[in-house]
């Protein structure tokens, strides 16, 4: 159960995308679709942002999007706001009832 | 509105056990899957356990497995973690989350609470 491979860290201006990668293997990412991504502000609670690689829940906006391509799922924010300077974590499920998170990834929005 | 809320967390000694709660409202607790999630201080998220709608179907963490017993009380609407032989690296905040459905497999973590902390020292 080997975690995730995120960037530390990502930045962007306002206006402009970013993507963030999310590196497993083919036990996990490569294997299900089954990755999702969470938005997480200092001291607060995780938000579910894109689950199933593409899906959004109600209410995030449609600047969030996801992707995958083989063992790597992205995350891409366009049309960057303030409010999402956050971090960010993948996750993917890794079989036999278990899941897997990344190490996160901290978005600075400049 | 669903809430979450756990307790239990405090200072720990190596080798020593504590039990973890968290109740839950605003949705119909035994129609989910359930899930403990912590985080150390300053760093990633890690998946300890989780449990399906009627216990069925359990799932732990390789760091946690054969200490960490997960259950839950559907009658009282709460979720619970026994933690034994607790080690140092299990210090972190420790989040309940709910699952997208009442399966484990594959379904996100839609709902959290805000966490309980576990600090395991001497």
């Known amino acids: 159960q080997s975690a995730l491979t995120q960037p530390r860290s990502v930045s962007g201006s306002p206006g402009q995308s970013v993507t963030i990668s999310c590196t497993g293997t083919s036990s996990n990412v490569g294997n299900y679709n089954y990755v999702s991504w969470y938005q997480q502000y200092p001291g607060k609670a995780p938000k579910l942002m894109i689950y199933d690689v593409t899906r959004r829940p109600s209410g995030v906006p449609d600047r969030f999007s996801g992707s995958k391509s083989g063992n790597t799922a992205s995350l891409t924010i366009s049309g960057l706001q303030a409010e999402d300077e956050a971090d960010y974590h993948c996750c993917s499920y890794a079989g036999s009832y278990t899941f897997v998170f990344g190490g996160g990834t901290k978005l600075t929005v400049l | 509105e669903e809430q979450l809320v756990e307790s239990g967390g405090g200072l720990v000694q190596p080798g020593r056990s504590l039990r973890l709660s968290c109740v839950v409202s605003?949705?119909?607790?035994?129609?989910?899957?359930i899930h403990w999630v912590r985080q150390a201080p300053g760093q990633g998220l890690e998946w300890v356990s989780g449990i399906n709608w009627n216990s069925f179907t359990i799932g732990y963490a390789d760091s946690v497995k054969g200490r960490f017993t997960i259950s839950r009380d559907n009658a009282k609407n709460s979720l619970y973690l026994q933690m034994n032989s607790l080690r140092a690296e299990d210090t972190a905040f420790y989040y309940c989350?709910?699952?997208?459905?009442?399966?484990?497999?594959?379904?996100?973590?839609?709902?959290w609470g805000q966490g309980t902390l576990v600090t395991v020292s001497s």
């Open positions: 989350a709910k699952g997208q459905g009442n399966h484990i497999v594959g379904a996100p973590f839609d709902s």
């Open positions: 605003g949705f119909t607790f035994d129609d989910y899957a």
